[in-house]
């Protein structure tokens, strides 16, 4: 990483720090989001067999990738 500085308005300077806020304020989202939709999935799981479904999931999907072991749901981004 390259030190140094940087003169921006002050305009400029708050709406960067309103954009790291709502960004953050978005991940804790997607993060809520993420969660509910693995326990939905669990759930799922012990009422259908759907693990057949699943793993069409996985092998179409690009980005994502759903886990089940022993009845809990994991979803996880193919790049981790």
Known sequence: ???GTVTISLDDYHALIE???KSLELK???QLAVKELQVFLSFLCTREDIEKYVEEFNRQSKTTKININGGIAKIE???D
Request: glycine share 0%.
């Open 1 to 3: 990483m390259v030190k």
């Open 19 to 21: 954009s790291n806020s």
């Open 28 to 30: 804790e989202n997607l």
């Open 77 to 79: 981004t193919k790049d």
